[in-house]
C-alpha cells in the first residue's frame, strides 16, 4: 500500500515524541546496520541540510530512509503548497509510523529501497527530482547496493538539483565523487553521531 491514507486499525492521534524515540531505539536494536544510529538526527543537522533547499523552486523533493520522520516533517514545514514529497523507507514499522504521524496529501510514503528511485518517480510520471535528501547508513551497504543507489541517485537529480547526503564516517566519499560533478563537505558536530553531511551536484 502506498498512499499515506491510514487503515481502520490506525488512528488519526498524532504519536508523541516518546513515541517516536521508542519505536526508533526498538528497531535500532533489531536492525543496528540498516538504522546506524540508536536516536534520530539532531534539529542543528536538519537545519544545516535543508538550510541548502530553494524552496521556492524545489517542486519534488525525495527523502531516502525518513525513519520516523526527523527530516520529512520539516520539509513539510518548508516546502511549497504545490510540492511533492515522496519518501522510501524500507522498515516497514516506520512505513506504518509515518502514515499514521503524517497525514499531508503531498507526502507519498513507499514502503521501498531507495535503489529502485527512478522505476519510483516513472510509476507517477516524474521525470526527475529537484533534490534528494538520505541518511540510509552506506558504510553497512555491500558496494553493488551502495553503487547502484548513488547512480540510480544521480540519474534522478534534475542538472539544477542536488542530492543532500549525512554520514557518520567519511568512506563514502570517494563513491560520491566518482558519481557527482561536485561533492562539497561540511560537518555538524551537534549530533548524536557527529555527522558528515555531502552537498552533491549531478
Ligand atoms: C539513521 S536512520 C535515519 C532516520 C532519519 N532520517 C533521521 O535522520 O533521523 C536510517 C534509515 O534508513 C532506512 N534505510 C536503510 N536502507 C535503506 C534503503 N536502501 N532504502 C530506503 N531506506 C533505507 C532505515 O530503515 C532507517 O530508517
Redesign the pocket.
Known amino acids: 500500500m502506498e498512499a499515506n491514507e491510514p487503515t481502520k486499525a490506525e488512528t488519526r492521534t498524532p504519536p508523541s515524541k516518546r513515541e517516536q524515540l521508542s519505536l526508533?531505539a526498538r528497531?535500532f536494536f533489531k536492525?543496528p546496520k540498516?538504522?546506524?544510529?540508536i536516536?534520530?538526527?539532531s534539529p542543528f543537522?536538519?537545519k544545516r541540510m535543508l538550510g541548502r533547499i530553494d524552496w521556492e523552486r524545489a517542486r519534488v523533493l525525495v527523502?531516502?530512509?525518513?525513519?520516523?520522520?526527523?527530516?520529512?516533517q520539516e520539509i513539510l514545514r518548508q516546502m511549497h503548497p504545490e510540492a511533492v514529497l515522496i519518501v522510501?523507507?524500507?522498515?516497514e514499522d516506520?512505513v506504518n509510523y509515518l502514515k499514521r504521524a503524517y497525514p499531508d496529501p503531498r507526502l507519498q510514503i513507499i514502503h521501498?529501497?531507495?535503489?529502485d528511485v527512478q522505476a519510483i518517480l516513472a510509476q507517477r510520471e516524474i521525470d526527475e527530482a529537484d533534490y534528494v535528501i538520505?541518511?540510509?547508513?552506506f558504510s553497512t551497504?555491500p558496494d553493488t547496493?551502495k553503487g547502484n543507489?548513488l547512480r540510480a541517485t544521480q540519474r534522478a537529480i534534475a542538472p539544477q538539483g542536488a542530492f543532500l547526503l549525512?554520514q557518520f564516517s567519511p568512506n563514502i566519499l570517494p563513491h560520491l565523487n566518482q558519481t557527482f560533478s561536485n561533492v562539497k563537505r561540511t560537518f555538524e558536530p551537534l549530533n548524536f553521531l557527529p555527522a558528515h553531511f555531502y552537498y552533491c551536484v549531478p
Open positions: 526508533f528497531n536492525h540498516m538504522l546506524g544510529s536516536i534520530p538526527s543537522l536538519v527523502e531516502y530512509g525518513p525513519g520516523t520522520g526527523t527530516f520529512t522510501l523507507e524500507t522498515n516506520f521501498g529501497s531507495a535503489e538520505a541518511g540510509i547508513p551497504l547496493i543507489i549525512y
